[in-house]
């Protein structure tokens, strides 16, 4: 946990918007989409909406 948490900051990433994103969206997401969960890769909700 301390991996996780220690990784979202180094990215400048919130670690708890971030973990608890991914917890309610990864076992609706294609296997394939996975990436898009990394601490690096991740964008807040509201990002994801103005991005598309």
Request: a negative charge; aromatic letters at 6%; charged letters at 20%.
């Amino acid at each position: 946990m301390s991996t996780l948490i220690t990784t979202a900051k180094l990215n400048d990433v919130d670690p708890l918007a971030w973990l608890a994103d991914v917890l309610a969206r990864i076992a609706g997401i294609p296997h394939s989409r996975l990436p898009e969960l990394l601490p690096w890769e991740w964008r807040k909700p509201d990002q994801q909406a103005a991005a598309a």
